[in-house]
Nanobody
Framework: EVQLVESGGGLVQPGGSLTLSCVAS????????MRWVRQPPGKDLESVAS????????GYAYFVKGRFSISRDNAKSTLYLQLNNLKTEDTAMYYC???????RGQGTQVTVSS
């Protein structure tokens, strides 16, 4: 059974930073393309960043490019998302996702507010 457990969210002021983590189990994490997605209040789910199994290829949504950084540690079966220069519009529930079977975790809330 695929399990994805996100952590690291919280309340931060505009311009602040957070690091999100996602611990994966139940599948071959080291072989899996992974993605971070988010759902702002009252809006649809949107893709934020993606990373290939070997970390050689990453992709970002235009609205986070240059501010967020996705990475992974296959030895620890953990996916990361570094969030810098946060804006109020980054407020959302953040999920890590295994696109191959559309699984995602319970999410971690990021709230950006002064």
């Amino acid at each position: 059974e695929v399990q994805l457990v996100e952590s690291g969210g919280g309340l931060v002021q505009p311009g602040g930073s957070l690091t999100l983590s996602c611990v994966a189990s139940g599948f071959s994490f080291g072989d899996a393309f992974m993605r971070w997605v988010r759902q702002p209040p009252g809006k649809d789910l949107e893709s934020v960043a993606s990373i290939s199994a070997d970390s050689r290829s990453t992709g970002y949504a235009y609205f986070v490019k240059g501010r967020f950084s996705i990475s992974r540690d296959n030895a620890k079966s953990t996916l990361y998302l570094q969030l810098n220069n946060l804006k109020t519009e980054d407020t959302a529930m953040y999920y890590c996702m295994l696109p191959d079977d559309n699984s995602r975790g319970q999410g971690t809330q990021v709230t950006v507010s002064s």
